[in-house]
């Protein structure tokens, strides 16, 4: 397929554009990846999603998906030769649907909380609720990978891709509060999985350093104050 | 085993999300066994299936639980394979899961707001949920069913809109289903609410009513302290 008829709309820093590189990585496909500036959407971006004006934004032919998730089971369908990123078995499925909504839904937005906590006590109490999701998340990985290396199994799969994305963030993270979150002596195995996951192939490149992303992050709060005052 | 064959629900009456699940089974003609969970009150049983989120609908299929609604609709679609849900062409999946998700995470939340709420928060709400109301009007374009001819996965997802979003209008005295900005949903909430399945299996009237007064009540009683 021609390197043109796959196009992503993305942002660099965003973890959930990074998803659908990882997962057209792994499925070899070649895409032009078309960086959208979100503080002023371009035509196309907004054309292929007018209902969130929101990156990522796969565009195959010229059909647009928008949404993560609902772009990488795409991914899936139409490339569905292997490797496969979702699993055979529907109680599998199932499971890796329930975790990538939890992990979406309920964990993520806690880390977000634990980043921008401005004192001590706020960042304590936000860690622990951290970490007891990355216990939760820990035994999700122990029964998933069945004594392999993802939660695929032997090779990277959806649910994968759903939490590895995050790690840039959790590393950014961990650059800011000072604290570690992916901890060896609290979530072992998931401190192995990150290790292997960032490592892989399919992942090289695309996740940003953390230090980048402090940067993002930095900037985007000077943005959002010069905002503000502004528009008092 | 015996006992560990078949199909169970663990549900709760007024929950919309158990409801997509109890229409996604009827549709199929799946049969199950239907279990009553009080959520305020919340048994062993339910605790056990979903040790995660501890919320209905849980789904037990061969004595394996699956929760979240919309993780069940799929697992139902891919297990039972006739009278699909989702359509065939991963392009209309992908529109199909698009349009769920946005009718569940946005358009829900807005209503619930709308009823849970007061003064600017509330009129923010009735705003945001006309507009999202909007975007799904035009998404209907003249379709019988977002599934087409066919009730489908974005219908059921959906499903709230044409049962339980009049009783919130009704309660907070607002209107947000105007038929003369949205002709092609209010066509759409008569042809559903009128499907031989969907009609048999919907929550009394004045029970929701009953209940979700209360709810706002509650919840606007907690919102005020909490400032």
């Not at chain 2, 560990?4 to 009827?26: D, E, H, M």
């Not at chain 2, 949920?129 to 019988?144: F, T």
């Not at chain 2, 009394?204 to 706002?216: D, Q």
Request: net charge neutral.
């Amino acid at each position: 397929m021609a390197a043109s008829d796959v196009k992503l709309l993305g942002a660099r820093p965003s973890p959930f554009v990074n998803r659908v590189q990882v997962a057209l990585n792994l499925k070899s496909i070649d895409y032009e990846f078309i960086p959208q500036n979100l503080a002023e959407k371009s035509e196309l971006l907004l054309k292929s999603n007018p209902v969130h004006k929101k990156v990522p934004v796969l565009i195959h032919g010229d059909q647009p998906i928008s949404e993560s998730l609902v772009i990488v089971h795409y991914v899936d369908e139409v490339w569905s030769g292997p490797p496969s990123l979702l699993p055979a078995d529907p109680y599998d499925r199932a499971t890796a649907r329930f975790w990538a909504a939890y992990i979406d839904e309920k964990w993520s937005p806690l880390v977000r909380n634990l980043i921008n906590a401005t004192d001590e006590q706020s960042k304590a109490a936000a860690a622990e609720k951290v970490f007891e999701g990355l216990k939760l998340l820990e035994d999700a990985f122990v029964n998933s990978s069945k004594g392999k290396g993802f939660f695929g199994g032997e090779k990277l799969g959806f649910l994968d891709v759903v939490l590895g994305c995050y790690l840039g963030w959790v590393r950014a993270g961990e650059i800011i509060t000072g604290l570690k979150i992916l901890d060896e002596t609290k979530t072992a195995a998931l401190v192995g999985w990150a290790e292997r996951f960032t490592s892989n192939k399919a992942v090289d490149g695309v996740i940003p350093e953390p230090e980048e992303l402090v940067s993002f992050m930095k900037m985007q709060a000077r943005a959002a104050a010069a905002a503000d005052a502004s528009s008092k | 085993m015996e006992e560990n064959q078949g199909v169970k629900l663990l549900g709760f009456w007024v929950s919309p999300y158990v409801l997509r699940v109890k229409w996604a089974l009827k549709l199929k003609g799946i049969e199950y066994e239907y279990i009553e969970e009080d959520v305020f009150n919340k048994s062993p049983l339910l605790l056990k299936l979903n040790p995660v989120k501890g919320q209905v609908p849980v789904l037990v299929h061969d004595g394996k639980p699956i929760p979240e609604s919309i993780v069940i609709l799929e697992y139902i679609d891919e297990v039972w394979k006739h009278s699909p849900l989702l359509p065939q062409d991963p392009y209309e999946r992908a529109n199909s899961r698009f349009w769920a998700k946005f009718a569940a995470e946005k358009l829900q939340a807005y209503a619930w707001e709308a009823l849970c709420s007061r003064g600017e928060d509330h009129e923010r709400a009735i705003k945001a949920s006309m507009e999202a109301l909007e975007k799904m009007e035009k998404e209907l374009n003249g379709k019988k069913f977002f599934g087409g001819d066919k009730i489908g996965f974005v219908d059921l997802v959906a499903g709230f809109i044409s049962y339980q979003l009049p009783v919130y209008e009704e309660i907070v005295s607002m209107k947000i289903l105007d038929s003369s900005k949205f002709p092609a949903i209010t066509n759409w909430i008569n042809n559903f609410l009128n499907h031989p399945l969907i009609k048999e299996e919907l929550p009394p009237k004045h029970k929701m009513l009953a209940y979700f007064s209360n709810r706002r009540n509650v919840i606007l009683v907690q919102n005020s302290s909490n400032k």
